[in-house]
């Protein structure tokens, strides 16, 4: 035997033996046998889906029940109008007796916390300590709400004859009316099998649906990337400042040459002048050089 066959064969002794108590308990938690159904069939799934740490802990059942309980009690149900918890169930036996289907209504009356203790600690069996440790409070607080609950029950089914014993005669009271009306209670669970299988599909379609999800976000990604700019390029060089060339007018540049060619020929007359009195004074020297001449 391989050890998937090993595995399924667990799972399959575990559902055997469970299933259909924890279909009961559902039923109390909902009041509604096909939301019941579901919350068993979540329950075990996720327990296939999770069989390695299922098969090691030391109770498997208590982690299934965990498992059912919180989805038969998830506050999302009341958002749906097909989903909505019960008030009281939808079609009592006929065989059964008047007070079997007013338990099953008594309970739905009460909150969810409080009726998941009740419903551990006098259906279930499990003491003050397991109760709490499974509703994940304290000891107190677990113990304060089993009061409350059955307070309420005894209230609202004095035919119970709850009043006047004490704690631990009203939880045997309550044990062995919890476990009348359910007999007759049509809330068969599915088959080991049908729930393997189940859970497998389920598990293959989240994986499709996470591999699916990640690929879409890494090809948005791509796309974004890609029609981004890129502002990792420098920006381009701008030139240096430099003092702004004024380009002159033609006007301007003509008066300009015009004063260059008037002071050009100022220097011309300057220096013949200067050539024509150096020829004077010469020949006045060589007169004074030479009396004879006179």
């Not at 069939?41 to 802990?57: K, T």
Request: hydrophobic share 40%; proline share 9%; glycine share 8%.
């Amino acid at each position: 035997m391989t050890q998937r066959e090993q595995a399924a064969t667990a799972f399959d002794d575990l559902h055997a033996r469970h299933a259909a108590a924890l279909m009961q308990q559902a039923y109390l938690l909902t009041g509604r046998p096909w939301l019941a159904r579901r919350a068993v069939e979540r329950g075990f799934g996720l327990a296939w889906q999770c069989w390695p740490e299922v098969a090691v802990d030391p109770d498997p059942a208590g982690w299934v029940r965990a498992a059912v309980y919180e989805y038969a009690l998830t506050p999302w149900h009341q958002l749906c109008p097909g989903l909505r918890t019960a008030r009281g169930p939808r079609k009592p036996s006929k065989a059964a007796e008047p007070s079997d289907g007013a338990l099953p209504a008594a309970l739905l009356s009460l909150p969810a916390p409080y009726r998941r203790v009740l419903l551990l600690h006098d259906g279930v069996g499990l003491g003050p300590a397991a109760t709490a440790a499974e509703i994940e409070a304290s000891t107190p607080a677990t113990a304060g709400r089993l009061a409350h609950a059955r307070e309420r029950i005894a209230a609202l089914l004095p035919e119970l004859g709850l009043d006047g014993h004490p704690p631990e005669r009203q939880g045997e009271i309550l044990r062995d009316r919890l476990s009348g009306p359910l007999s007759a209670v049509e809330v068969t669970p599915r088959a080991a099998e049908h729930v393997r299988s189940g859970s497998e599909r389920s598990a293959r379609r989240t994986t499709r649906a996470a591999f699916g999800g990640t690929g879409l976000f890494a090809l948005v990604t791509l796309v974004m990337m890609a029609l981004a700019p890129d502002h990792s390029t420098p920006p381009p060089k701008r030139p240096l400042a430099t003092a702004p060339h004024t380009r002159a007018s033609p006007a301007r540049h003509h008066g300009a040459a015009t004063r260059e060619q008037r002071n050009a020929a100022r220097e011309r007359r300057s220096a013949a002048r200067e050539q024509g009195n150096a020829a004077v004074r010469k020949r006045l020297r060589e007169a004074r050089l030479a009396p004879e001449l006179r």
